[in-house]
């Protein structure tokens, strides 16, 4: 509904004293005829007509507190029509879609397909999200919630989708599979296929296969994020994407905390990876990336280098309590330095038939737990130097079956060797 300026004028005409009747007037007719107002007044909250693009829209949850703000206003039902609704809106160039405080619900909208390496997926969404758009919550009061009764026949949602877009931003939200059931968990909830300079930043992701899932991108940003419980693969999943940061996010419990797979030149860095039932990080087919300043607590392996990954240099990690082993490299010219490795129950660094490796400037400490510091199994040409293993293991601080393994200024319980 909208009203004219003189509708609005005689509505208050009553109410305002002459001086500021026609100061109010004035100021609304010469506004609109400057570009800064306009004689057509729309009531406060209520939709911009969709065929005028702006470059910020606000959307209010069903449950927000201050609705009067919101371009758009949900009503608790497939609430990912008006949040689509406003990202269809903005300005052509893009821009930012708002969301208040309060509960989405989220269904399914439609289906994209998906074209990878000559494979076509279908993939269902609530959320589609084009280029050069910034989707912002208000942090942890801004929750987007799958809602099963809302599917459309689907039994596996993506919440949030980028698909051949660029320079997205998705912040400051909280996404929640929990309405599935464990086998029909959904296989992502925030999903980047090739995408560009896109950031997932801030946002609390929990309970799906995956928690964040890039495909086929290059130079995007998965920072400060919390994501718990995918229990299908890993929590961050970074596949066939190069140049991909993945900082400071917490990954705790779920199958998995941070894998990169056929994915090269990445920075794995700052995060806490904990709980979970496989591996805190892992690589898989992946090289010349950098993975430094990470927690792995209690996991089955701590770090995983495995499978033709190779130039990668892992320092500065905290690897403690994890299984079988705190860092196992499985592939060849890996650089594995100054990590603090405490306490994991059967190895504290494992390498296991990867060669031409250095393991350099290390701590190890069994902590009653840990049966082997530096274990280096059937490997060719490592290189064990400057590492501090004095009591790195209760059966043995260094165990050696590889071939031609330089082995020199180590630290052990029995002093320095040789």
């Known amino acids: 509904m909208s009203y004219t300026l003189d509708d609005v004028l005689r509505a208050i005409r009553t109410g305002l004293s002459d ?7 004035a100021f609304c007719i010469e506004g609109a005829v400057a570009g800064i107002g306009s004689a057509i007044i729309q009531p406060v909250g209520a939709q911009v007509p969709s065929g005028k693009r702006t470059a910020t829209r606000i959307v209010a949850a069903s449950n927000s507190l201050d609705k009067t703000r919101a371009d758009y206003v949900c009503d608790g039902i497939h609430d ?48 589609y999200i084009t280029s050069n758009v910034r989707l912002v919550g208000q942090g942890r009061s801004t929750i987007l919630v799958l809602d099963i009764n809302n599917f459309n026949g689907n039994d596996r949602l993506n919440a949030l989708i980028l698909s051949d877009n660029k320079s997205v931003e998705i912040s400051d939200l909280v996404v929640d599979g929990s309405q599935y059931g464990y086998y029909s968990l959904p296989m992502a909830l925030v999903f980047l296929y090739n995408a560009s300079n896109s950031s997932i930043l801030n946002c609390t992701i929990q309970h799906s296969f995956v928690g964040v899932y890039i495909i086929g991108s290059n130079n995007c940003t998965v920072a400060n994020n919390t994501v718990n419980d995918c229990m299908g693969f890993y929590g961050i999943s970074v596949y066939k994407s190069n140049n991909c940061i993945v900082s400071g996010n917490v990954c705790n419990a779920g199958s998995g905390g941070i894998i990169l797979y056929f994915s090269d030149g990445c920075v794995v860095s700052d995060n806490e990876c904990c709980n979970t039932a496989s591996t805190g990080i892992e690589l898989y087919n992946s090289s010349n990336n950098y993975i430094g300043g990470n927690v792995c607590i209690a996991n ?117 060797i040789p």
Request: with cysteine; proline share 1%; hydrophobic share 35%.
């Open 19 to 25: 001086t500021l009747y026609y100061m109010f007037k």
């Open 80 to 127: 990912e029509e008006e949040i689509n609704r406003a990202i269809s809106d903005l300005a052509l160039t893009g821009g930012t879609v708002l969301l208040l405080e309060g509960t989405y619900n989220i269904g399914s909208a439609g289906t994209k397909i998906i074209e990878f390496e000559g494979v076509y997926i279908e993939l269902p969404y609530g959320i």
């Open 300 to 416: 089955d392996w701590g770090i995983y280098v495995e499978a033709n990954s190779s130039g990668n240099v892992i320092c500065n990690n905290v690897l403690r309590m994890n299984g079988t082993a705190g860092i196992c490299i499985g592939s060849n010219d890996n650089l594995i330095s100054e990590n603090l490795v405490v306490g994991n129950s059967a190895h504290g660094i494992f390498i296991l038939g990867g060669s031409y490796n250095t393991a350099s400037g290390n701590v190890l400490r069994h902590m009653n737990t840990q049966m082997y510091g530096i274990d280096n199994r059937g490997g060719t040409g490592n290189l064990i130097i400057n590492n501090d293993l004095y009591q790195a293991g209760t059966s043995a601080d260094f165990y050696d079956e590889g071939t031609g393994t330089v082995y020199h200024n180590n630290r052990t319980t029995q002093g320095w």
